[in-house]
């Protein structure tokens, strides 16, 4: 069964390219798929005239505006109602298509699809939830910059929330959900993050709390969810970025300085190949605006068609799975036994 | 002219060992230093039986009494006070050395050092300050976790220590800081550091503030000293650790997995052994409780001989650079200036 999924043709720094060569690369691999793109079409069509693959899957939606990186939320709220991106976004709620993928500005986008889609019954605030590669397997995260601040009854949504995405994006039956903090004894921390342990202890299913987790413990895979809040997460997305880039960059350099690098490099290069296949952020790429009435998924910024291609299949899959229908599911069981807890934990 | 260091003998994973060994690479390298080492004598003396350069250097002070790694803050400070740890503390208060180094328990260290230490004048709150590799130059950051929320005001002061701090270890003579945040635009953030960021921009000398800064500039090395508080700092440093012993770890496997792999690293050995040099975490391990009355560098609990002597170095380097009347001074001239501009930050 065909499955429509809108895209921002000119969200991303190599956008439009991107974004046209990476639905083509998703096209390929799951054929069912089918795009709305919003966009530019004296930029779009040159780019689609290279996929002869792609004539029958992209309807093209022709608009001049596009929000660029720099653009504030209320600005392009307020100015951006003909853009790319705010179009792809009223597609979902016109139930045109099932999700929408963009890598333009992320506070624009949060901001556009909060307005447009509303959240979820139940949930007070949506969160941005991402993948990443740890030792083990990979590990969600969630919020990764929404929500600069969150009170502990934020954060038990978040955990709701993290516990359907990972059964359906990461395929684990019962998702244990550790809490970022700066120590794993029960004292360790601020109220807000005491209060929500408190809470998720005693909560019912689908909540299996595993305790408080640090920043090594997610590396590690320690646990299947890391629940935090947007200005922790964000800052724990970006140093983990860096300093994985910074490797990338220096092992680079070691094999490219000197010949006997050079020489080392060819020799091994089967299994640093798979290495870098391992951690490459491209097959990490997708991240959800969980907690919205429909699935948006953004797509990092400075991506390229490999890496738009894989946050595409994140909303595939997304949508294949029923995420949304099951956060609302999930999160109406688990209200009823909240309210005391929160009660208990507040008192 | 001798420096006296003392050491807790009995602080670390691998306690009494590493703290010996430390002692004597630190000693070769730096002949002027003497230790008090405080400890149980019957595990020390035989670990300095195994350095006879040692014997005129350490000064060997008995106690049956360590701080276990579990042992909470409060803990510590009732029952610790024939410690090795508090021993070490009390020799600093009464002048008996200039600094005092351990690889023990962070929580009770901090503890026990601002109790019998005390801040210096205009201090309100002392902070832990580490320093970190970057693609360009070390980076100093703080709070790396001893204050877990922290308004405003304590960020400034965060800033002028780090600034001092920055100019006696890493031998910046105007550094430049960085406040970190989700975002580099003004709106981005919480209120906290966006009062900060108000409040530094309006500083005079020796504030150089250089804006708001995310986990990728500091792994850029963009600025000298990464501002921000102990529970953002503390998850940083170990998503930073997490990361970077995760790659080490998966470059060994990769090069240990197969014969190709091993023949290529025999190859690429000198450019990757200066690669592992570079980013060795023992060669910045030692992290300096800022803005106490007294030297206090807490090392890596799960370091060996070599990042412990590190540690002792960074204690003598902030000894001989006078650092802690550095601190008053500067603090005493920009508190001043700063009082006006703490009250228009905040009206």
Do not use: W
């Amino acid at each position: 069964m065909s499955l429509r999924i809108a895209l921002d043709g000119m969200g991303g720094d190599a956008a439009p390219g991107i974004v046209v060569d990476g639905a083509a690369l998703a096209c390929e691999a799951d054929p069912e798929l089918r795009f709305l793109l919003f966009g530019d079409e004296g930029r779009l069509k040159p780019e689609l005239d290279k996929h002869p693959s792609l004539r029958r899957a992209v309807e093209l939606v022709h608009t001049p505006d596009a929000i660029g990186p720099e653009v504030k939320p209320s600005m392009a709220l307020r100015q951006g109602r003909n853009s790319s991106m705010r179009l792809a976004i009223d597609a979902v709620r016109d139930g045109r298509v099932a999700a929408a993928v963009s890598a333009g500005n992320t506070g624009a986008l949060m901001a556009i699809a909060k307005i447009v889609l509303r959240t979820l019954p139940g949930i007070d605030r949506p969160a941005i939830c991402g993948v990443f590669p740890s030792r083990s397997r990979p590990v969600a995260m969630l919020d990764l910059g929404a929500n600069v601040a969150c009170d502990a009854g934020t954060l038990v949504q978040f955990a709701v929330m993290g516990t359907v995405f990972a059964r359906a994006l990461l395929r684990r039956e019962t998702p244990v959900i550790g809490l970022l903090n700066v120590g794993t004894e029960d004292l360790k921390g601020d109220d807000v993050v005491r209060r929500a342990a408190a809470m998720l202890k005693q909560s019912p299913p689908p909540i299996r709390f595993g305790g408080f987790v640090e920043g090594t413990d997610i590396v590690d895979g320690a646990v299947d969810v890391v629940v935090t809040d947007g200005f922790t997460g964000n800052v724990a997305l970006k140093i983990a970025e860096g300093v994985a880039r910074l490797f990338r960059d220096s092992l680079k350099e070691a094999f490219t300085g000197t010949l006997r690098g050079k020489l080392g490099y060819l020799v091994a290069r089967p299994a640093l190949l798979r290495l870098r296949e391992r951690f490459d952020p491209r097959r990490h790429n997708g991240a959800m605006f969980l907690g919205l009435n429909g699935v948006v998924v953004k797509s990092h910024g400075g991506t390229d068609a490999l890496g738009f291609s894989n946050a595409i299949r994140v909303a595939a899959d997304l949508v294949r799975q029923d995420t949304n229908a099951r956060i609302t599911e999930e999160m109406g069981a688990f209200r009823h036994a909240l309210e005391p807890v929160q009660g208990a934990a507040a008192s």
